[in-house]
């Protein structure tokens, strides 16, 4: 496909999507104001989508342009549910990059941002999306996008070696000794070089003197 210019998105609350790109492919055409055309001119995610699913557009363009309000509005469960839509209808389409692209760093954004979420669910989230950008990247190696989404590989290693360090934490406070040991062994095996790993090992020394 042919280069598509990058820009940087600076939006101060979604910080952890600086990277995030513009569409792709030419300057988007004057065409007359519509239902789905207010919904985006607007910013409006909710609208948009609702146009979308009622069966107001399938064109492949739309669906990014959808699919990008709801990811600059933050709402990263539409961005990824119409970024989906697209892979499947259009699998082929030569911008599917840049719909997978979408579709991970809104399944990244609503990852990062702060929640009770349990640690369990936390890790299986995390390493779920770890591997959907490892097949990004291993799949789609010229894609203008790869070195934005390598860096978050990093992040997404920091969060789930911190929730596995909660689950030690966790049994430690419930007085679980062996297992306290046992997860925090866990992470200085599996997650070496990370803040967790030098928490857990900290742990571990606190366990030998108890």
Same mark, same amino acid.
């Given at each position: 496909?042919?280069?598509?210019?990058?820009? $940087?998105?600076?939006?101060?609350?979604?910080?952890?999507?600086?990277?995030?790109?513009?569409?792709?492919?030419?300057?988007?055409?004057?065409?007359?104001?519509?239902?789905?055309?207010?919904?985006?001119?607007?910013?409006?995610?909710?609208?948009?989508?609702?146009?979308?699913?009622?069966?107001?557009?399938?064109?492949?363009?739309?669906?990014?342009?959808?699919?990008?309000?709801?990811?600059?509005?933050?709402?990263?469960?539409?961005?990824?549910?119409?970024?989906?839509?697209?892979?499947?209808?259009?699998?082929?389409?030569?911008?599917?990059?840049?719909?997978?692209?979408?579709?991970?760093?809104?399944?990244?954004?609503?990852?990062?941002?702060?929640?009770?979420?349990?640690?369990?669910?936390?890790?299986?989230?995390?390493?779920?999306?770890?591997?959907?950008?490892?097949?990004?990247?291993?799949?789609?190696? $010229?894609?203008?996008?790869?070195?934005?989404?390598?860096?978050?590989?990093?992040?997404?290693?920091?969060?789930?070696?911190?929730?596995?360090?909660?689950?030690?934490?966790?049994?430690?406070?419930?007085?679980?000794?062996? $297992?306290?040991?046992?997860?925090?062994?866990?992470?200085?095996?599996?997650?070496?070089?990370?803040?967790?790993?030098?928490?857990?090992?900290?742990?571990?020394?606190? $366990?030998?003197?108890?």
């Amino acid at each position: 496909m042919p280069a598509i210019p990058l820009r $940087l998105l600076l939006l101060a609350p979604l910080l952890w999507l600086v990277g995030c790109a513009t569409l792709p492919g030419e300057p988007r055409p004057s065409v007359p104001a519509d239902g789905l055309e207010q919904a985006l001119r607007a910013g409006d995610c909710r609208g948009a989508y609702d146009l979308w699913e009622a069966g107001a557009t399938d064109a492949p363009r739309r669906l990014l342009e959808v699919g990008q309000t709801c990811l600059q509005g933050g709402d990263f469960t539409r961005a990824r549910r119409v970024s989906a839509g697209f892979l499947e209808r259009h699998p082929e389409h030569p911008d599917a990059d840049y719909a997978a692209y979408l579709h991970a760093l809104a399944g990244f954004g609503a990852w990062s941002r702060p929640s009770v979420t349990e640690p369990e669910a936390r890790i299986g989230e995390g390493r779920r999306l770890f591997r959907e950008i490892t097949v990004y990247l291993r799949e789609r190696p $010229l894609s203008e996008y790869v070195e934005n989404l390598a860096p978050r590989l990093v992040r997404l290693r920091e969060g789930i070696a911190d929730a596995e360090f909660a689950l030690a934490r966790r049994e430690h406070r419930r007085g679980d000794r062996p $297992l306290a040991r046992a997860r925090a062994e866990y992470v200085v095996q599996y997650y070496p070089r990370t803040q967790a790993a030098a928490d857990a090992a900290q742990l571990l020394m606190q $366990l030998a003197d108890e």
